[in-house]
């Protein structure tokens, strides 16, 4: 399976939307999109995972790396997220925590505002 990307603007949040699997050959083309959506000024970003079918560790760190990327500019990377089995490798890894995960890009969003 490959992996789809694309994106567009709602609100002022920019939200990705994967495709596929994300591992260690297709995990760059996440990362290079990320770099360049954060270097074009977009610091507000939901990556909306719901069909995605497969994560591993090299995806997780992509996330993570993004996740860096906005933080510095006092920015926010949230998950949409639905399946079961990707739910349960971000529990498992305790990533949690650390990212917003919703179960609609209109969520995440407004969660975002109000906080």
């Known amino acids: ?8 603007t709602k609100d ?27 270097n074009k000024g977009n610091f507000h970003l939901v990556v909306n995972m719901e069909k995605v079918e497969f994560l591993d560790s090299t ?26 089995r990707i739910l349960k490798i971000f529990r498992i890894t305790g990533l949690t925590k650390v990212f917003g995960i919703y179960e609609s890009v209109q969520e995440a969003i407004d969660k975002r505002k109000t906080n």
């Open 59 to 84: 995806g997780l760190g992509v996330l993570v790396g993004g996740l860096k990327r906005v933080r510095a500019h006092d920015g926010t990377l949230d998950l949409v997220c639905t399946q079961e």
């Open 1 to 8: 399976m490959d992996l789809k990307l694309d994106h567009y």
């Open 12 to 38: 002022d949040t920019e939200v990705v939307v994967v495709e596929g699997e994300i591992d260690v050959y297709t995990a760059p083309r996440l990362r290079e999109l990320l770099i360049d959506l954060v």
